[in-house]
């Protein structure tokens, strides 16, 4: 993340509300752009498909497919993402420039492999649908596997207004073939979905190529026995579970799902209020991105850059004194924004909902899902600030806890009825920030022994 920390912090030396403003703005943007994006370009797909006439339940059958491919990417390379960003962290700081490219070719390749071959066993032996609808959909997933590998590198790339460029052009480009292919019907959905993620791919991996030299092409460094961090593997794939698990719960149940297509189940009163509470999380986003990556990752650098260089122990006394306050300031920043966020939305609900053509029937599920997502920002920043001080293990038990809590809380409020559903999900990212400061607090309470005492 340290390039975008230096871009926001020269932003943020010009010392205006101008400046302030602008740093938000693509805080929020590079934080939630691909997200974000990514819903409203799908929503406006389904969109443009029922305003042609598509049947309901053709839009119906794409939405749903798309959910799964997002779902099912996410959790196969969560723990790739994080181990491969760690060993590339890694080579940064070594200043292994090189080595960098040649092996996000090696992981790429690996993962196109990986992905197709799962890909193809789990088509054949569950699905009946024609054969084109089989591999658009493996083309899809392979693509949005690499695709979420080669977004790892936007924060280190400076240049914000080509990425900005490049997810409007690719997702415009998504629902602009949508409308010229409609005709193709369920194929042409899916085709204009490879077409946008396609584009966003291959652009990125072209930026990437340009910022990053080598001589030579594939390399598979990342795999050697010292650069393996297994704990990260097992970390990724936890989050991403924990994040799905409560939606994948209410899909395969059949007293709150419906059969789509195939094997593919959807449960529109749980889908719709969640999806919609996820677009609430850009400030919050956004002020965890400026404040994490510039107030704290500045004194974080200088503690223990003063550490490596033998300053005294009173000089890094008070650089963690500051360290610590920065993370209190940010915290409490986040939870104001994130607050109000949620305050005005609790407002405005009734009114946007009704806007969307959406039942109040779904207000008290929508208003749960809001305070669960918003309690996710503070959560993901508290795992960010784990990852800056090296606290693996403690990453590694809030996400299993996470995951665990996840899963048994959302089949306790299924069994205890409608009014109970979204608690699960919400209560068990309560009880994960709820641990995760304590134990920030006592990582900093503990932070001198175990630096100077444990240090191999």
């Known amino acids: 993340m340290a390039g975008i920390g230096f871009e926001l912090r020269k932003i943020l030396s010009r010392d205006s509300y101008t400046a302030t403003l602008h740093a938000y703005v693509y805080a929020g943007l590079i934080s939630s752009g691909p997200w974000v994006l990514s819903i409203i370009s799908v929503m406006l797909v389904g969109i443009i498909s029922l305003g042609l006439l598509l049947p309901n339940s053709l839009v119906g059958q794409f939405l749903v497919t798309v959910t799964y491919l997002m779902a099912s990417s996410l959790i196969l390379t969560g723990g790739l993402q994080l181990f491969f960003t760690r060993f590339v962290s890694d080579q940064l700081f070594e200043h292994n420039y090189e080595k960098i490219l040649p092996n996000l070719l090696g992981v790429l390749l690996l993962v196109t492999v990986g992905a197709g071959v799962l890909g193809v066993i789990v088509l054949a032996l569950l699905f009946d649908q024609p054969l084109i609808y089989r591999v658009l959909v493996l083309s899809n997933f392979v693509v949005l596997c690499n695709l979420w590998l080669v977004i790892i590198f936007l924060s280190g790339m400076k240049k914000y207004n080509r990425i900005l460029m490049v997810m409007v052009v690719g997702y415009s480009l998504m629902v602009l073939s ?266 900093l309470e503990d932070l001198e022994y175990e630096t100077f005492m444990l240090a191999r």
């Open 178 to 443: 949508a409308y010229l292919l409609s005709f193709l019907k369920m194929p042409g959905l899916l085709l204009a979905l490879l077409i946008g993620h396609g584009s966003l791919l291959f652009l990125y991996l072209y930026d990437i190529l340009r910022e990053y030299r080598a001589e030579k092409m594939i390399a598979f460094d990342f795999l050697n026995r010292r650069n393996v961090f297994l704990s990260l593997l097992v970390t990724g794939f936890f989050y991403n579970f924990g994040i799905w698990v409560d939606k994948i719960l209410f899909w395969f149940n059949p007293a709150t799902s419906n059969p789509v297509i195939g094997p593919l189940r959807a449960s529109i009163l749980y889908d719709m209020p969640i999806f919609i509470a996820y677009l609430a999380i850009i400030p919050g986003m956004a002020v965890f991105l400026v404040r994490i990556e510039t107030d704290f990752a500045e004194w974080y650098d200088r503690l223990f850059r003063a550490i490596r260089d033998g300053e005294t122990l009173q000089h890094i006394g008070s650089l963690k004194t500051e360290m610590t306050l920065s993370i209190r300031q940010g915290l409490l920043e986040i939870c104001k924004v994130q607050g109000l966020t949620v305050v005005l939305l609790f407002l405005f609900a009734p009114r946007l909902l009704d806007w969307l053509g959406i039942s109040s029937y779904y207000l008290p599920l929508f208003y749960i899902d809001l305070i669960g997502v918003s309690i996710q920002v503070v959560f993901m920043a508290l795992l960010n600030m784990f990852f800056y001080l090296d606290k693996r293990r403690v990453v590694l038990e809030l996400c299993v806890l996470f995951a665990v809590l996840n899963c048994a809380l959302t089949l306790l409020s299924m069994h205890l009825g409608p009014s109970f559903f979204g608690y699960g999900f919400t209560l068990s990212l309560l009880v994960c920030v709820l641990m995760g400061l304590a134990r920030l607090s006592s990582t």
